[in-house]
């Protein structure tokens, strides 16, 4: 499938190189160089995907990526990074990237990464989902539990979601981690867990915990809600 897809990247040689291959498998691309430029570009032009280098002139990467989904930019956003910038990657997932990619990279991962977050996204159900007293609203990509706004980073609202859109069933680790990080080799064993009680506590479920909104089904998973 064909995509429109925004490259913000200041090194000029890997530039060429993502465009030649973007463009040579059928893509449309929009190349620019420098991060204050590139978050105007998303914010106004409509990119079915956007891959975003991290150590860029004027707005790196980084701040680039909180700008702009701040102000409610959805398009799927693939992090291009050094080999040194893994704290800077474990920020940019909390801030909402979808994916990442470290330099020097094979173009044939690249473009599949690229598919991949781009069908992702268009999977998207936009519809509020409401169970247990929790609605969660995709489109705003806002929480409401007795009334009151729950302020969940990117990641627990996406575990969030995974775990009320199957709600009553067991929501297997492997299916939280596709759909909160999307590559099961890359995240460590006990980063579901971190993520899973701190979505705990801002839903208050540590204050009642014997009749907790995500219950462990110890070896499998999680569970929102009763069965």
Request: proline letters at 4%; one cysteine or more; hydrophobic letters at 45%.
């Amino acid at each position: 499938m064909a995509m429109k897809i925004l490259v913000i990247e200041d090194d000029k040689r890997i530039a060429t190189l993502v465009e030649r291959a973007l463009c040579g498998s059928g893509h449309r691309v929009t190349m620019i160089h420098d991060g204050r430029d590139g978050a105007e570009a998303l914010l106004k032009g409509t990119f079915d995907a956007a891959l975003l280098d991290i150590y860029l002139p004027r707005m790196d990467g980084v701040e680039v990526l909180e700008y702009v989904r701040l102000r409610n930019c959805r398009v799927p956003i693939m992090m291009l990074t050094a080999v040194d910038a893994v704290p800077r990657i474990l920020k940019s997932f909390d801030l909402g990237a979808d994916d990442y990619l470290v330099k020097p990279f094979i173009i044939e991962i690249l473009l599949a990464r690229v598919a991949a977050i781009a069908r992702r996204a268009a999977k998207a159900d936009p519809g509020v989902i409401a169970s247990f007293g929790v609605m969660l609203d995709p489109g705003r990509r806002s929480a409401i539990r007795y009334g009151r706004e729950i302020p969940l980073t990117r990641k627990q609202f996406d575990l969030l979601e995974m775990l009320m859109s199957r709600s009553g069933q067991i929501t297997s680790r492997e299916q939280l981690i596709e759909a909160g990080w999307g590559h099961v080799a890359q995240v460590k064993e006990n980063t579901l867990d971190v993520y899973i009680h701190g979505l705990r506590t801002k839903l208050g479920d540590l204050l009642d915990e014997r009749n907790p909104l995500i219950q462990t089904v110890h070896g499998t998973g999680y569970r929102f809600g009763a069965e």
